[in-house]
């Protein structure tokens, strides 16, 4: 059965508010970020535990867990790949923390302005190769709005170089849209990688220019909803507003979307943007 998240800093730094939003508008569960003003993978193991208790207290679920994983140049020389190795194999530790089985990662950013899946899966499968995760954890690939994966293409590409069957795809359409490599990503590849999507990102982008109100933007979310349901995916939908009514997001608060920076305006908007998915997945073919 699908269920719906949301990113919980998308609504606030204090988690307490997260969660009464979330239970307000019927949503099942929060995908962990930044929380108190720290970035995801610096969340240590005694506020990890805190998250979790206080979530299971609730009856909600922890979705995924989204830390920088892979979300850096492409790295060079022995040092960068060892640091960004030891970026993932304490994210896969955190997340089973959290009693979570889904870890974000990206491709690295581009080098330039054409993705190079080629070139990111060979230093990816060096980075990846030492991370051991617990039980139950495993790692989503993102397409990613400034990665060398920001189409479901190329996510697949990547993945089918990596070689590892354990990564599944984060599919973020928001993000293929804003990049301008797909604007419209559904139906698209859609169809050819459907069945490697374990982990959706909902956000709806005007072109490359901005993202707005759930409903407003270029994305037939409808569309996209009854797509999931008629391919048979069972995953979690997280909304990832990055739309508020006063503001626009700054480059760096998309690239390193951890406190106050991400949180300001997000709790009105959220709220908006969260009604609108609910009354969506009523009339979908999804199960909700």
Same mark, same amino acid.
């Given at each position: 059965m699908t269920r719906t998240s949301i990113l919980s800093d998308e609504i606030s730094q204090d988690l307490q508010v997260a969660i009464r939003t979330a239970l307000g508008l019927g949503f099942d569960g929060l995908e962990i970020r930044s929380v108190d003003g720290c970035p995801p993978h610096l969340l240590d193991d005694a506020a990890l535990r805190t998250i979790r208790d206080r979530m299971d207290e609730h009856g909600l679920r922890v979705s995924a867990f989204c830390p920088p994983g892979l979300k850096c140049p492409l790295p060079d020389g022995a040092a960068e790949r060892a640091a960004a190795t030891s970026v993932v194999?304490?994210?896969?530790?955190?997340?089973? =923390? #959290? /009693?979570?089985?889904?870890?974000? !990662?990206?491709?690295f950013y581009r080098d330039g302005d054409t993705p190079e899946p080629e070139r990111a899966a060979e230093l990816a499968r060096e980075v990846l190769a030492p991370v051991e995760p617990p039980p139950g954890v495993a790692l989503a690939l993102e397409t990613g709005t400034r990665s060398n994966t920001p189409t479901l293409a190329?996510?697949?590409?990547?993945?089918? =170089? #990596? /070689?590892?069957?354990?990564?599944? !795809?984060?599919?973020?359409?928001?993000?293929?849209?804003?990049?301008?490599?797909?604007?419209?990503?559904f139906p698209g590849d859609f169809d050819t990688a459907a069945a490697r999507i374990v982990h959706v990102h909902v956000k709806d982008p005007v072109g490359t220019a901005r993202y707005v109100r759930l409903g407003d933007g270029d994305l037939p979310w409808p569309a996209i909803l009854d797509g999931l349901g008629?391919?048979?995916y069972d995953g979690w939908l997280t909304l990832e507003t990055h739309w508020r009514t006063d503001r626009e997001l700054t480059p760096r608060e998309r690239d390193e979307p951890w406190g106050e920076g991400i949180s300001d305006g997000g709790l009105e908007a959220s709220s908006e943007c969260m009604a609108v998915l609910t009354s969506w997945l009523a009339a979908a073919r999804i199960s909700s």
């Amino acid at each position: 059965m699908t269920r719906t998240s949301i990113l919980s800093d998308e609504i606030s730094q204090d988690l307490q508010v997260a969660i009464r939003t979330a239970l307000g508008l019927g949503f099942d569960g929060l995908e962990i970020r930044s929380v108190d003003g720290c970035p995801p993978h610096l969340l240590d193991d005694a506020a990890l535990r805190t998250i979790r208790d206080r979530m299971d207290e609730h009856g909600l679920r922890v979705s995924a867990f989204c830390p920088p994983g892979l979300k850096c140049p492409l790295p060079d020389g022995a040092a960068e790949r060892a640091a960004a190795t030891s970026v993932v194999q304490r994210a896969v530790e955190q997340a089973h =923390l #959290l /009693g979570t089985s889904v870890v974000r !990662i990206f491709s690295f950013y581009r080098d330039g302005d054409t993705p190079e899946p080629e070139r990111a899966a060979e230093l990816a499968r060096e980075v990846l190769a030492p991370v051991e995760p617990p039980p139950g954890v495993a790692l989503a690939l993102e397409t990613g709005t400034r990665s060398n994966t920001p189409t479901l293409a190329l996510s697949a590409r990547f993945l089918d =170089l #990596l /070689g590892d069957d354990g990564i599944g !795809i984060l599919w973020d359409p928001g993000n293929t849209a804003f990049s301008g490599f797909d604007p419209q990503p559904f139906p698209g590849d859609f169809d050819t990688a459907a069945a490697r999507i374990v982990h959706v990102h909902v956000k709806d982008p005007v072109g490359t220019a901005r993202y707005v109100r759930l409903g407003d933007g270029d994305l037939p979310w409808p569309a996209i909803l009854d797509g999931l349901g008629a391919a048979g995916y069972d995953g979690w939908l997280t909304l990832e507003t990055h739309w508020r009514t006063d503001r626009e997001l700054t480059p760096r608060e998309r690239d390193e979307p951890w406190g106050e920076g991400i949180s300001d305006g997000g709790l009105e908007a959220s709220s908006e943007c969260m009604a609108v998915l609910t009354s969506w997945l009523a009339a979908a073919r999804i199960s909700s």
